[in-house]
């Protein structure tokens, strides 16, 4: 987060160290996590953005959005002046930073805890250094093969495991979105145990936020339910 903010101040995420962001689907996790990208290149750190979901150009899309503080969808629209401004601005974006972000969407196949890894090697191996690791996000990860018997439950269990010595083994900083149950995700004040699929992931997580939208108050709250490494977390 940026340093002058209220969640900056508050939050101290060490490298090592992963962080769960849990919400409900559509909730802003991507765009929350395009922020802190951005935050994090302006700051010199290399990013590497693995998305289970969405392609890689629409992450990247996403990412500059939020670096220039336009809606990401105007790219649909290629009529409008913006729309082609904005094209100009992910060419100049993606030149600025290209050895220092690294986008990994569904179209590369990057879903499993050892391929992440992999390419997480190959950019240290590369360029020297990385920073943060973002997952998004955590319940469409793919476990190996020789999983395919395992419950879901296990197989996300594994990943969890995976993923914590992952980021401790490369010294990265890890944010891992995770969804939350749709029934119980809809209460304003969600807790470890409604995080979708599995739990294992909260208990592991050296810190775990959430993010919930109160559409009657139009506003957006970021708050933690597990602190490590960190006082209580609580704004808007």
């Known amino acids: 987060f940026c340093p002058h903010s209220e969640a900056g ?26 922020g802190i990208t951005v935050t994090n290149l302006t700051a010199g750190n290399n990013v590497l953005y693995v998305c289970t979901e969405s392609s890689s150009a629409d992450i990247l899309a996403r990412i500059v959005s939020a670096y220039d503080c336009i809606p990401h969808y105007i790219v649909n629209t290629p009529s409008d002046a913006k729309a082609r401004q904005f094209a100009k601005d992910i060419a100049e ?4 930073y290209k050895n220092n972000l690294f986008v990994l969407g569904n179209d590369t196949g990057i879903n499993t805890p050892a391929k992440i890894r992999g390419a997480a090697k ?14 998004d996000f955590f319940q469409n990860l793919k476990a190996p093969d020789f999983m ?3 419950t879901r439950k296990a197989q996300l269990d594994y990943c969890t495991d995976q993923l914590h010595a992952m980021f401790a083994e490369l010294h990265s900083a890890g944010i891992v979105l995770a969804q939350l149950n749709r029934t119980e995700g ?9 995080i979708k699929e599995t739990g294992y992931v909260g208990e592991l997580a050296h810190a775990v936020l959430f993010l919930v939208r109160d559409d009657k108050k139009k506003t957006t709250y970021l708050y933690s339910r597990k602190e490590r490494n960190m006082t209580h977390v609580q704004c808007e």
């Open 9 to 34: 101040q508050a939050i101290h995420h060490n490298r090592g160290d992963m962080y769960v962001v849990c919400c409900r689907s559509g909730q802003g996790k991507t765009a929350l996590t395009a």
């Open 186 to 194: 809809s209460k304003l004040s969600p807790h470890l145990d409604q």
């Open 148 to 150: 395919a018997r395992q």
């Open 93 to 96: 974006f993606t030149g600025k």
């Open 122 to 135: 190959k950019i240290i191996a590369e360029h020297g250094k990385l920073e943060l690791i973002v997952i």
